[in-house]
T-cell receptor
Framework: DAKTTQPPSMDCAEGRAANLPCNHS???????VYWYRQIHSQGPQYIIH???NNETNEMASLIITEDRKSSTLILPHATLRDTAVYYC??????????FGKGTMLLVSP | KAGVTQTPRYLIKTRGQQVTLSCSPI?????VSWYQQTPGQGLQFLFE???????NKGNFPGRFSGRQFSNSRSEMNVSTLELGDSALYLC???????????????FGPGTRLTVT
């Protein structure tokens, strides 16, 4: 059963912020939210992960709602190279990564 | 620091043959996982190794096997290849052993296997 729900596709203009939503209403207390992306025919790339606090790194920001049932990945200034499939994954320290279908983000000029 | 490397990058095999794929994890990483990616099924977990022991296994037939060496390098083998085994096979390494907290997995570029 899918543990996360993501829109199949999104568009974003270059230079604007890309906000990718993810629903994970059945998340458990010991499960983290991970984001990966996969550019066509390459291996997935780790972006960020968090438990309950918002997180930021050089690539993106992760905003997790207080009830932890949903999250948003924010790419602050999207570029054409950010065009990829973005996967939101919920996992505990004991489980493996289970990829869903993800969101295809298309960044256009 | 060098990333995860996988060899070969491309491979063409015939039905019924067997194939061995290789993965070298990031230096210092002792956990290696393998995934299969196909257009129909997406990314699916095959197995995970840590300290030369298989710690987790996905829902794949016994034709799919793997092993890990003392230097953490890993190989996966597929015997009696079928057309449906055509896929991108991805290897990922992580610092944390299974069950000890959440950690990032870093993926290699994959091996593209075509079975004819």
């Amino acid at each position: 059963d899918a543990k996360t729900t993501q829109p199949p596709s999104m568009d974003c203009a270059e230079g604007r912020a890309a906000n990718l939503p993810c629903n994970h209403s059945t998340i458990s207390g010991n499960e983290y939210v991970y984001w990966y992306r996969q550019i066509h025919s390459q291996g997935p790339q780790y972006i960020i992960h968090g438990l309950k606090n918002n997180e930021t790194n050089e690539m993106a920001s992760l905003i997790i709602t207080e009830d932890r049932k949903s999250s948003t990945l924010i790419l602050p200034h999207a570029t054409l190279r950010d065009t990829a499939v973005y996967y939101c994954i919920v996992r505990s320290g004991y489980s493996t990564l289970t990829f869903g279908k993800g969101t295809m983000l298309l960044v256009s000029p | 620091k060098a990333g995860v490397t996988q060899t070969p990058r491309y491979l063409i095999k015939t039905r019924g043959q067997q194939v061995t794929l290789s993965c070298s994890p990031i230096s210092g990483h002792r956990s290696v996982s393998w995934y299969q990616q196909t257009p129909g099924q997406g990314l699916q977990f095959l197995f995970e190794y840590f300290s030369e022991t298989q710690r987790n296994k996905g829902n794949f037939p016994g034709r799919f096997s793997g092993r890990q060496f003392s230097n953490s390098r890993s190989e996966m083998n597929v015997s009696t290849l079928e057309l449906g085994d055509s896929a991108l096979y991805l290897c990922a390494s992580s610092l944390n052993p299974p069950g000890q907290g959440a950690g990032e997995q870093y993926f290699g570029p994959g091996t593209r296997l075509t079975v004819t």
